[in-house]
Structure formats: C-alpha cells, structure tokens
C-alpha cells in the first residue's frame, strides 16, 4: 500500500470516528466503544473494496454489508456519510424520535443500510441469504457481514457459519470484530467463545487472522477473500474497544456510554 | 366429500406456481411432511434445506428477500412461529420483506405427536407483529389460491396449514380475496365465525341449530389479519350474537380478534370456541377434537349461550 493510500484511509477512519462521537455525543446515549473498533475495517471496505452507488443506494449490482452487531450504527452512519448517502449533519439527529438514524440499523428508511440489524446473531444469517441469491442468480456481488465477538456467542451465528460453508458461499466474507469485551466484561469471562479461528475453520471457513487497525493488513485480508472461490470466509481482526479516543479505549464501560460535554472536546481533540 | 390435508395443497400449490412465479423455497428438514418436497423435485435449483436451524432459516429468507427475491420459508408452525418468532419480528417484520411463511401442523390436529407439537398459539403470536398478513384456509381450493394470494402480495405472509385431511367444500369457481371473509350460509339468530380446520365443523352445527329453528349464519375467516372488519361488524348489527371458532387458543386468535373488532364497533356477546388456556397431548384426530372441545356438538351449545345472552 502507498504512502498516500495509506494516509487517506487514516483520513477518513478519523472523520468516521469523529463522526461516531458526534452522533453518541448528540444522541446521549449508543454505542462508541464497539463503533470505534470497526472505523478503520469500514473505512476499508466502503472506500477501497465494496462497489457501492450513494446516488442509487439500492443498485442490485452493489456490493453488500450486513452490520450484524448492529448497536455500533454510529459507525455504520459515519461511514455512510462519509461516502456520501446522506449529509454529516445528520448523524446529529441519531436515535431523535424526528430522526431517521434509528439507535440499529433500519434498511427500509436509511440510504445505505442494506439490512435491519440489532438483534444478534439475526444479521450474519440475513447475509447468508443474500449470498445466496447473489450465486444462485450467478450475480456478481459480495456479501460482507460484521460480527461481534460477544454476538459469537448467539448459537445462530453458527447455524448461519454451518449455511454459508453448506452452500459455499464464496461471495461471504465474514468480519469477526475481535475486540474483547462484551457489556458485563471480557468476552472469555462472560462465556468463553475460543478459539474463533478453529472453531471457524472447523465450520468450513477460509480464515484469516489481522490486526483490525492496519490498512496494509486490511487489505491483503480482503484481497486473500476475494481470491477464495470454493468457500466463505472470516476474516478475524483483533481491534481495540474505543480505538482513537484514549479514555475509550479498552474500557468495558464505554460499550453503551455517550461521552458528556468535556469528553466530547476532548474526544474530537484526540481525533483531529 | 372429497378430503385432503391443506399442508399437502401448499405443497402442490408451489409446485404448481413455480413456473408462472419467481420464488425460492426453504425448508428446516421437514420437506417430506411439509410438502415443499413436491417443489424441491420439480425445482431443486430454486429449493434450499436449511437444516434443523430454523432460526437460521427465517433471517435467510429475509436477507434473500432484501435481495430482490420473494421466498417462502417452511416448518411447523411450533417452530417456524414459536422458536422463530423473534427472527420473524425482527428480520422480516420490522423490515416488511418479501417472506412467506408456510406453517404446517398447526393447531390441535398434529394429533398423535402431543403437546410439543401441536401449537395453539401460533396465530396469537403473528398477529402481534406489524405488517404482517395471516392466512389460515380451510380446504384444499382455498389453500391453493391463498398461496397464490400470497405471492401476490408484497410483504410478510403467514400461512397456516393442518395435517389432517380437511373436507373440499370450496368449488373450482372459488374466489379467493385476501382480507375478505366468506359467508357461507345467511342467517339472523346468530353467527358463528370460524376459520381454518373448524370451518366445515361450523357448517355441520348450522344445520344443527337449523333443526330447531335456529337461523345461524356462518363465516369463513381466512384472513385473520387485516381481518373483514366490516363484514363482523354487519354480522354483529344483524345476528346480535357471535360464537367464534378456531383450532388454537381461545386466548389471542380468531376468538380475540372478532371481539377487539365488535367489542369497539358494536358490542354484542361473543363466545369463543378453541382450546382452552392448557396445553395439548396425544391422541387421534377426532378424540382430541373431542376432549378439547371442538366439536360441532360444542359451537352447538355455545351458539345458544350466545342466544341466550342477547339483551
């Protein structure tokens, strides 16, 4: 990756993040702590790998991303806003009752969201279902669906892990968004998930293990999914829980927190 | 008369639709008693078996329809409703995709299987979610066409189906309208209102009231959601007395649904015929109609009470 690839990907996972404190700051209420973990994947995948359409949202030839831990929407709206699908004032009016920014991400009134999302373990599946129609129709289109470690949880991440491998959905590319904390603590301490990466191997996964904050990473992870055409993938990216902010970070406390006024300064401070 | 199981029409209904309609079919490893084996046969590039994860299965069929691809997605109806309820709500619902859902061995009628099996609840349940149209025939011509109606229809669809081999009352000159209920036979003393599985059983107590002078009309209600409205309400004005009844819990279903309708517009007695607030078990068909009171003997007895109980 060169220099300059690489500093707009820093750019734009910065206003993404910054736009994720807005929206949380605004609304009083969300989830920063796991939106920030995923800014940098998003930024990736919506500006370098998906072909997406902000004029024409629902474009049947797009590319698709089921946000399947669907309380990080900040960073879903974030993104979304930074490729254009609406205005960065709006993430202002997130979760307001005369907003259209639900609190989880709601397809039938939001440009850009391809899937209702937020209760989990409900998305992962909804992506398998697209893939599927995407290969069945011998559409060209992936499918990319972000989970959360906690959500891994849910038994029907697995029953949708056993679909996509059953079907050989090549076009799916599963995020797990390993970040390592979950509401009531770390993620091994509530109820032990691991080792994702045999267990998704097990299941019939093409794994790929990263560090979810380098772009370089990033992109050889995407580019090996593309290039696997017999099975799915997952690709498990080790984040930071309220990467960028440093008070966020790695604090199970910021997982459903807004910041208050001084917080938000500084926040945005630490993100110019 | 002519007998057959609605379960086995929805089969052969999709079978026979495929080629007219765009749809997939998916199934939770009950194919062979669901009948959509009879689709998969016909059309296997278009029929996927989602194995024993129904849960699984409905958010598939709702990222299938957000794809641009109406899907009928088909298990019990204990767990297609019941353990699928919150992926139906959330994944399907919520959204208002382009899912059917096709519910087989519902109600008391699954018969020996017992009280896992046999759910009553499962219209209470769908009825609770926003958007989402209910269609529950009662013989092998109108099952046909509610799958049709179905498919014709944009948004969630529930379907709901019997095991057992249901009489065909319906002619081949049938019109099926969705949200429009049937009457069948006129009548001014009462009316009983009754849907799926109870509808031909409706018709036998009529006669028996007629016997004794008493001018019962009947309705068929397929669509319990959007229900016939007007159509209850006309009964209600005109009849005075409503006896409902339905094979599922005389709490949520038909029996609620016609009394929050003529409670509002125009308050008159309505009793309720359909298994009792308590749990099924096993047994034959008719032994289990029998015990848990749904017989033409009991909309019978109901439909007098009702009478009796006219200001």
Known sequence: MDKETLSTLEGTAKRIRRGIIEGVYHAKSGHPGGSLSIADILAYLYTKEMHINPQNPKDDTRDRLVLSKGHTAPALYATLAECGFFSPEELKTLRKIDGRLQGHPDMKNIPGVDMTTGSLGLGISAACGMALVGKTEQKDYRVYAVVGDGESEEGQVWEASMFASHYKLSNLCVILDWNGLQIDGPVEKVMNPTPHDKKLEAFGFNVISIDGHDFEQIEAAFTAAKACTDRPTAIIAKTVKGKGVSFMENQVGWHGKAPNEEEYLLALKELQ | ?311
């Open chain 2, 1 to 311: 008369m002519e007998k057959k199981a609605t379960r086995e029409s929805y089969g052969a209904a999709l079978a026979a639709l495929g080629e007219k309609y765009d749809f997939y079919v998916l199934d939770a490893d009950l194919a062979a008693a669901t009948k959509t084996s009879v689709f998969a046969k016909k059309y296997p590039e278009r029929f996927f078996n989602c194995g024993i994860a129904e849960g699984n299965m409905m958010s598939v069929a709702a990222g299938i329809a957000a794809a641009g691809k109406t899907v009928f997605a088909s298990s019990f109806a204990m767990f297609a409703a019941g353990r699928a309820f919150e992926q139906i709500r959330n994944s399907i619902g919520y959204p208002h995709l382009n899912v059917k859902i096709g519910a087989t061995h519902a109600g008391i009628t699954v018969g020996e299987d017992g009280a896992t099996h046999q759910c009553n609840e499962d219209i209470a349940l769908m009825r609770t979610i926003p958007g989402m149209v209910i269609l529950n025939p009662a013989d092998d011509v109108e099952a046909t066409a509610a799958v049709e109606a179905a498919i014709k229809h944009t948004g969630p669809v529930y379907l709901r189906f019997g095991r057992c081999a249901a009489p065909i009352f319906n002619g081949a000159d049938y019109k099926f309208e969705l949200g429009k209920g049937v009457t069948l036979k006129d009548g001014a003393d009462v009316t009983v209102v009754a849907t799926g599985f109870m509808v031909h059983i409706a018709m036998e107590a009529a006669e028996m009231l007629e016997k004794e002078g008493i001018s019962a009309r009947v309705l068929n209600i397929h669509t319990i959601k959007p229900i016939d409205d007007a159509l209850l309400i006309k009964a209600a004005k005109e009849t005075g007395a409503l006896v409902t009844a339905e094979e599922h819990s005389v709490i949520g279903g038909l029996g609620s649904a016609v009394a929050e309708v003529v409670s509002a517009a125009c308050p008159v007695p309505v009793l309720r015929v359909g298994v009792e607030d308590t749990y099924g078990r096993s047994g034959t068909v008719p032994a289990l109609l029998e015990a848990y009171g749904l017989t033409k003997e009991h909309i019978y007895q109901k439909a007098k009470e009702a009478i009796s109980l006219k200001k």
